[in-house]
DNA sequence: TATAAAATCCTGTTTTTAGGGGATTGTTTT
DNA sequence: AAAACAATCCCCTAAAAACAGGATTTTATA
């Protein structure tokens, strides 16, 4: 039995990359690739392959939110997370969001061909240094924030007061200030500063700013 | 004249998605890759290649700074400097240490031919994208910080208030609060969090965070 | 050597945040 | 059904940052 692979990375070199890694595998079926995640699902309405490596960082959407909404409409679709960095913070939620592996892009055809195979059999796989990583990292710091605290976060990087926040938000300043301390208790830091600087760092603010 | 070409990245996809881009290319030669900065230069002492790609993050030195070594011992190996984001820091700094061009690592095989011929002809290349990116920034806001806003910056990021700032620079807390008066202004934000994400966000502020 | 720019310091006031306590109402999850 | 979590709200105090308006000295640079 064939394996349809369908990669989503925005990356034409790294599409490139894999393709051409997995070209000789004769148990593997290159479906073709998205550069964002509308055209994933786009493409996902016409076909559906047997596993998605998708990068974590697109264009349009997280690969996290993306996997999410995957698993959701195509439950049988096994997602390999894939990115350059080994950060515990994406891969726990990528799995958190029904991914059934994680590989770095550092990763040889051996470790490529082994993970579609391996989450193919209903397992977990995670490249060897993914998984020193977890291991590493389990007793450190990656903050769990709610929803809510994610949106005044976001307002806080902004540039938005207490205050003003309240208003966007039409809750009491005091709630607003409850977030606040909330984030910065699960952060682990004392000001608004390092804050900012901590989640601008694990990429939770985008990039783009907003205007106001 | 065939235009032999190396490759320094650490992201074996990549590596193997560029190789199978150059694969049809009559014009080039592909001499192979290093993931490394020693093993690249290693290679260099026994073959020169006529262009060298170069991812800006390596395991064990910046591209920045090999790219600066490599034009020292071999000034007439055009360098193209290759990363995922779209940052004007690096590529500026790339370009100060002698590279030749900016690739971004979702260039077509187009671009990238085309940036290599350019290179050898000795002209600078840039990718789309950054050349927008240089344009917009030209006219829109760099700050220019002075060296001491720099490090009250820094200090402001590690999370110090004025007073520890002070402390720590033997200088009083009111002249902190200048400089920071001054690093509002000029950012053209109204507070911290605004301003130590716009920082981040310029990549004025490092990665790893420093201990205290 | 003017002149500009950078770095230093000051006195105030107002606004915002941080830190310490709570408490209530829903909603998941076990 | 109990426990845990999320979201909401409150009080109070102290610390820090933002805002306004200065001034002096040192260091570049035209």
Redesign the pocket.
Known sequence: MVIKVFIVDDHYMVIEGIRSLLQNEKSIEWMGHAMNAASCMAFLQQQQPDVILMDINLPDMSGIDLCKEVKMKYPSIHIIGLSSFNQQSFIQKMLDNGASGYLLKNATREELVYAIETVIEGEIFLSDEVELTVQKNEDSKIP?I????MEVLLL?ADG?????I?IK???????V??????L?AKFEV????S?IRMAAQIQLIPYIKPKN
């Open positions: 769990i709610t929803r809510r605290e806080i938005l007061t207490n205050n003003e309240a938000l039409f809750i009491s300043t005091t709630t200030d409850t977030h606040r301390k909330n910065l004392k000001n608004t500063a804050l």
